[in-house]
């Protein structure tokens, strides 16, 4: 059962315009929302976050915004960068409970 | 501090052998957890260590797979028995627990691939 998903398994965005990543969850008691970065050969790192008592957390040119009533976060990025070509899972934790949950992740493109 | 390293980078080894890979987390992180990925998924979880205690296994650790945080620092993940089906970038990560990450740095990840 995917608590997180990301329908999307890749998106193409041209550099300088606005990548738009979107994630749905299942889990009401989830109370933290994450973005993770990855690329090839690396392991996952952390790039912003939002608590669910939040609807908005912006760090750069990085912004995750939170629909709770409609389980739905998304990732922003403006403008587009070719190093933000990687692969970005949506992740998620519950209340009490210490491990994060991952989506499948979508694959992010920035043509030149 | 270096972060996160896992060893060995990458194991080939044939079916039904047994394997060890090794992780050491960063050293005031008192939390250490395995995840595993396989193509096109994200990271799965599969066990975590607050300090020398497992305090959660996913239903995904069968009896082949063995975790192990002796003294609470290094943590060694085992499988024994390997099938085809355990080939999978397995994932190291420690945490102090805080947000706004939880602290979760991950290391770059054995590849294993079962022959």
């Known amino acids: 059962d995917q608590q997180v998903k990301q329908n999307s398994p890749s998106l193409s965005v041209q550099e300088g315009r606005i990548s738009i990543l979107n994630c749905d969850y299942t889990?009401?008691?989830?109370?933290?929302f994450l973005w993770y970065k990855k690329y090839p050969a690396e392991g996952p790192t952390f790039l912003i976050s939002?608590?669910?008592?939040?609807d908005k957390n912006e760090d750069g040119r990085f912004t995750v915004f939170l629909n709770k009533s409609a389980k739905h976060l998304s990732l922003h990025i403006v403008p587009s960068q070719p190093g933000d070509s990687a692969v970005y899972f949506c992740?998620?934790?519950?209340?009490?409970?210490?491990?994060?949950?991952f989506g499948k992740g979508t694959r992010l493109h920035i043509l030149p | 501090d270096t972060g996160v390293s896992q060893d060995p980078r990458h194991k080939i080894t044939k079916r039904g052998q047994n394997v060890t890979f090794r992780c050491d987390p960063i050293?005031?992180?008192?939390?250490l957890y395995w995840y595993r990925q396989t193509l096109g998924q994200g990271p799965e979880f599969l066990t975590y260590?607050?300090?020398?205690?497992?305090?959660?296994k996913s239903r995904l650790l069968s009896d082949r797979f063995s975790a192990e945080r002796p003294k609470g620092s290094f943590s060694t993940l085992e499988i024994q028995r390997t099938e085809q089906g355990d080939s999978a970038m397995y994932l190291c990560?420690?945490?102090?627990?805080?947000?706004?990450?939880?602290?979760?740095?991950f290391g770059s990840g054995t590849r294993l691939t079962v022959v």
């Open positions: 990560a420690s945490s102090e627990g805080q947000p706004p990450n939880y602290g979760y740095t």
């Open positions: 889990n009401s008691m989830f109370d933290y």
């Open positions: 939002i608590s669910s008592i939040k």
């Open positions: 992740a998620a934790k519950g209340g009490r409970d210490d491990k994060i949950i």
């Open positions: 050293s005031e992180h008192n939390r």
């Open positions: 260590f607050q300090n020398e205690a497992q305090l959660e």
